[in-house]
C-alpha cells in the first residue's frame, strides 16, 4: 500500500508541475502574439512593408521580419475556366502549383481569367536570430 500511496504522491507532483508549465506556456503564447504585433507596428513604423532585420543595439541580438505572399488555387473554379487539354496539363490530381504558373508564362492560360480563382495571402514572420 506504502508503494501505491508514493507512486500517486509523484504522478500528483509530476501532473502539477506540468499542469503549470502548460498554463505558463499559453500565457507566455498569448504575450509574445500581442509583443509580435507590437514589434511588427515598430517596424513598420520605421521601415515601412518591407523584410528587413534588425540588430538589438543593447544586446546585439536580432529581430528578422520576413514577408512572404501565399497563393491558393480553387481547383473546381479553374476546372471550369480551363479547356480540358490545358486542364491535363496543369494537374494531376490536383494543380500542380508549379505546372500552373509555368503555363501561365507562357500564355497557355490567360491570367485575366483566372484571376477570381486564384488567391493571394501575405505570411508576415518574425524571427529572433541570436548571436
Given at each position: 500500500m506504502n508503494?501505491?500511496?508514493t507512486k500517486v504522491n509523484v504522478l500528483d507532483q509530476l501532473e502539477t508541475a506540468y499542469s503549470m508549465i502548460d498554463?505558463?506556456?499559453k500565457t507566455l503564447e498569448k504575450t509574445k502574439v500581442e509583443l509580435k504585433k507590437q514589434v511588427l507596428s515598430e517596424l513598420e513604423k520605421e521601415f515601412g512593408h518591407q523584410g528587413?532585420?534588425?540588430s538589438n543595439t543593447l544586446t546585439g541580438e536580432k529581430i528578422q521580419r520576413i514577408i512572404q505572399v501565399r497563393t491558393s488555387l480553387d481547383n473546381e473554379k479553374i476546372k471550369k475556366i480551363l479547356a480540358p487539354d490545358v486542364w491535363?496539363?496543369?494537374t494531376e490530381?490536383?494543380?500542380v502549383s508549379k505546372l500552373?504558373?509555368?503555363a501561365i508564362e507562357m500564355g497557355i492560360i490567360k491570367s485575366t481569367e483566372i484571376k477570381e480563382a486564384v488567391?493571394?495571402?501575405?505570411v508576415d514572420k518574425l524571427e529572433v536570430i541570436r548571436r
Open positions: 508503494n501505491l500511496k498554463t505558463q506556456i528587413v532585420t534588425y491535363k496539363r496543369v490530381e490536383k494543380i500552373f504558373f509555368v488567391e493571394t495571402s501575405e
